[in-house]
């Protein structure tokens, strides 16, 4: 098997990414990710699934919005919240499913 190297990530690129992926390692905002999932929720629906206060979730929507990791729309006096698209769902997902606690601690064959 060829391994190809990546191209080189220019450091505006890297430091942008290294926030996202930063604000997502919150254990609350991980949660919150987690809980979206596909749906579009509002704050009071989040609260709600988390268990935690409003304040403390709006918070933290608003720094994964600031990243641009969910993106929200107002309906009336509501805002729904989601994450912004199908190639960030994804990565969450392989991210769940590498790092969860059950595969952290595989031992790779042959080690």
Request: hydrophobic share 35%; net charge positive.
């Amino acid at each position: 098997m060829d391994k190809q190297t990546p191209p080189p990530v220019e450091n505006e690129n890297a430091a942008l990414t290294a926030d996202a992926l930063k604000a997502m390692g919150h254990p609350l905002r991980w949660r919150i990710l987690c809980t979206l999932g596909n749906d579009e929720m509002s704050v009071g629906e989040l609260v709600k699934k988390i268990g935690t206060s409003q304040s403390n979730v709006s918070q933290h929507l608003d720094q994964l919005r600031n990243k641009n990791i969910v993106t929200s729309r107002r309906e009336a006096n509501r805002i729904y919240y989601r994450v912004r698209n199908e190639r960030l769902l994804e990565l969450i997902s392989t991210m769940r499913s590498v790092l969860c606690h059950a595969n952290l601690n595989d031992t790779p064959s042959g080690s």
